[in-house]
């Protein structure tokens, strides 16, 4: 089983897509009386219409999460005009912290994925607050971070989507660090087809996009929602998958006590391994800067 703890927009869009991989029963999870219950019933529906047998139940009491192998949290507060990145990170921890702890109680042995923003900040939380290991408690952030690049780089070439291969780390926001150098096209270096400037302007769009898609529409829902399948994929059918995952680093890339976007294997265990690469002074000097912030980020938040 596959609980969603939230069943708002990225939730439920999260459930969609796990039904459309047919991957495993699913149980939502909110607060708000009835909601879970009646995206549970439209989500069935819509299940049913395309052939998928995937069960979806909704509920307002965690400890229905109970036997869910993997646990995805949605749930927190979206950030609003005028609000730092700081204040999100300290209205969302008081949120993180108990669903942590119910997620200890009935879940003990299950892997955690978070989404809820600031998305590394509350995966260092979880970490801190449930004390699983490692390997069972990280974020999404670098697979819609690359879903953004992706997008503006397939725009500069011209080409499928499809052709483009592509990392991006580090801290899931203003901080990324897109990896243009390990980038490539069908095999070919992506950095033999575009210009520094365009790879740079690339990276900006990538970064910027995020507010364009909030400034629209409120928030950004199907991007995640895909990005976390992805995800939920790889564990479940244990492929093994090379991707950037926000996780609790013990002196990998130089750096201790925080979770944060590195490239890993994603497998049945959860993180199977952290992959450290060469990183060049600009791409470390831009992932240190969002070490920097995510320590400030964390030491304001009482655990």
Do not use: W
């Not at 492929?239 to 006590?257: I, M, N």
């Not at 199977?272 to 470390?284: A, S």
């Amino acid at each position: 089983m596959i609980a969603i703890i939230g069943s708002g927009r990225v939730g439920t869009s999260i459930a969609l897509q796990l039904i459309s991989r047919e991957l495993d029963d699913i149980i939502l999870v909110d607060i708000v009386k009835g909601l879970p219950q009646g995206e549970a019933l439209d989500l069935g529906h819509t299940a049913s219409e395309m052939g998928s047998d995937v069960s979806v139940k909704g509920s307002n009491d965690h400890a229905d999460i109970k036997g869910a192998q993997i646990v995805i949290v949605t749930a927190g507060l979206a950030r609003k005009p005028g609000m730092s990145r700081l204040d999100l990170a300290i209205k969302n921890a008081e949120i993180i912290k108990p669903i942590s702890l119910e997620m200890k109680r009935y879940a003990p042995n299950s892997k955690i994925l978070m989404v809820t923003n600031p998305l590394d900040a509350m995966t260092y939380v979880a970490f801190r607050t449930t004390g699983f290991p490692r390997n069972r408690v990280f974020g999404m952030g670098g697979m819609l971070d690359l879903s953004r690049l992706k997008y503006a780089l397939a725009l500069k070439l011209g080409i499928s989507r499809a052709s483009i291969r592509a990392l991006v780390i580090g801290e899931h926001g203003d901080n990324m660090v897109p990896l243009a150098r390990y980038a490539s096209v069908g095999g070919i270096p992506i950095t033999s087809l575009l210009s520094k400037n365009d790879l740079d302007d690339a990276a900006e769009d990538a970064r910027k996009i995020a507010a364009e898609v909030i400034a629209l529409k409120g928030a950004t829902n199907f991007a995640p929602g895909n990005g976390v399948a992805g995800m939920v994929e790889s564990i479940t059918r244990d492929r093994k998958t090379l991707v950037a995952a926000s996780t609790y680093l013990e002196g990998e890339y130089g750096v201790k006590g925080i979770c944060i976007g590195v490239p890993v294997i994603l497998g049945s265990n959860g993180i199977e391994k952290i992959v450290e690469i060469e990183l060049n002074e600009d791409e470390k000097r831009r992932f240190m800067e969002g070490v920097r912030v995510l320590k400030e980020a964390v030491s304001s938040i009482p655990l």
